[in-house]
Nanobody
Framework: QVQLVESGGGLVQAGGSLRLSCAAS????????IGWFRQAPGKEREFVAT????????SYEDSVEGRFTISRDNAKSTVYLQLNSLKPEDTAVFYCAAATDLYYNDYAYDYWGQGTQVTVSS
């Protein structure tokens, strides 16, 4: 079992930044990739970024590459998603999730957090 808790969401103006956190707990965390997804109102949940627990493998959705950065602090069992140059279209609930390999589809992820709201005003 893996438990995930997101935090760090909020309201920010366009061009601003936020850092989301995903605190993980459970056994064998090093066996899991941690991914970030987002779901905007009326839209399907979409992949944002993922990282291996060691951090040596990362992948990003095209529209966020160069603006968002995924990282991890193994000592704190926490994965971060730094959001820079935010746009109104980034407004969504952001979720972190755990999977046993690098996947882009949400159905491949076994464990999910409760989500954190990010709202970007124009």
């Amino acid at each position: 079992q893996v438990q995930l808790v997101e935090s760090g969401g909020g309201l920010v103006q366009a061009g601003g930044s936020l850092r989301l956190s995903c605190a993980a707990s459970g056994r064998t965390l090093s066996s899991y990739y941690i991914g970030w997804f987002r779901q905007a109102p009326g839209k399907e949940r979409e992949f944002v970024a993922t990282t291996s627990w060691s951090g040596d493998i990362t992948s990003y959705e095209d529209s966020v590459e160069g603006r968002f950065t995924i990282s991890r602090d193994n000592a704190k069992s926490t994965v971060y998603l730094q959001l820079n140059s935010l746009k109104p279209e980034d407004t969504a609930v952001f979720y972190c999730a755990a999977a046993t390999d690098l996947y882009y589809n949400d159905y491949a992820y076994d464990y999910w957090g409760q989500g954190t709201q990010v709202t970007v005003s124009s």
